[in-house]
């Protein structure tokens, strides 16, 4: 009797652990939803009073967010600025960058003003955008066009560059020219990040010589040659 | 038992005053060592350079920024408008530069400005911080750097 009773409670168990872990995967979406973004929010002190870094996606939280479907990443850095930084002890070189983000440099999409005058000038060249009386216009009939397709109006857009600067002023033009401002984070500046998915550009060789492995990077050239002028 | 609580009393009071004493030392207003006061002047370091002057326990401002991207440009200009103002001269470092020391794990982000007594940093600006916020502007870092410094 009592063996029949072990035997019944046996099937029993082993019959609900087949059902359940069969439910498991036949109703659980879970491992392919994409996890709700928290609404943009920008963080404490100067980093979020004036360049708007993000409280919940920064630097320190990106690595949790990267990788998704419904958004696309943007590093808006210069491969290699021509400004003179090693004269006021910088890098002009793009040394790294946070895997998953695509660079788009902010100076070729508007001007960029108020460098130190050590620098001198940096990229001076074709812009998208000029930037003046507190409005941006269009240099280039493609120049809306470009912006549409870099960063999709459709998508979550995360910014990020040196030092959150940039992909500040790249957040306040999206958000001046219409974008969704709930779907834009500054992510903040790649020279905080210490997460996992680091890639390193800049090398150093046997002879002690630095070089840089830019064929790493995801760039969104363009050319202006190719564009029309707004007249 | 009288007796132990009344030790007790008496340890947790010497405590209590250790505490308060080290405290009210620590804040104290210090001076800038007196070769940066003369001209105002902000001078480029590299972390050699820093180290070193760090390690002649020398007393003076340093500025931390980083070139590219725009973040400390309005900063600067409030440091080095104070320095001219003031004839002090001041360190400025790339972060880049002490990102994996000791000083840049300190400070966390920048822009930032640190005032060092005798090679240990004493106070420094938070990027990061709500309350310093204020200190980021002109007048906000003539208050600050006077709440600490006495010469």
Known sequence: MIKKIIMGLGVLLVGLLIGGVSSHYLF?????????????EVTDGIRGEQFGVDKNINESTIDNYLGRGDSVYRDMRLLVDPGNYEAIGGDSYLSGFVQGFEV??????????????EVGDTYTGNTLFTYADGKYIANYEESMSILEYIFPKDKYIFLMCGGAGYAGMMKNMLIELSWD????????????????NNVEVKRELEDGKVTYDFWKVAYHDIDFSNLHKVS | MKKIIAIIVIIVLLIVVGISTYKYLDNK??????????????????YEELDKILSEKKSFGLFIYQPLCGTSYNFESVVTNFSEENNVTFYKIAYSAIKEE?????????????LINKGKIKEFLRSDSNEDIYYYSEEGFTEWFNKYITN
């Open chain 1, 28 to 40: 659980n979406e879970s491992d392919n939803k994409l996890k709700e973004l928290p609404t943009p």
């Open chain 2, 102 to 114: 000791y000083v840049g794990k300190t400070l966390k982000y920048y822009p930032s400005f640190a």
């Open chain 1, 104 to 117: 788009i440099p902010l100076p070729y999409v508007v001007n960029v003003t108020g460098l130190p005058s």
């Open chain 2, 29 to 46: 207003p210090f001076n800038i060592d007196k070769e940066y006061y003369g001209t105002g002047e902000i001078i480029e370091i590299d």
């Open chain 1, 181 to 196: 401002k709930d779907k834009i984070y500054n992510v903040g500046g790649y020279w905080f990040y210490e997460g996992n």
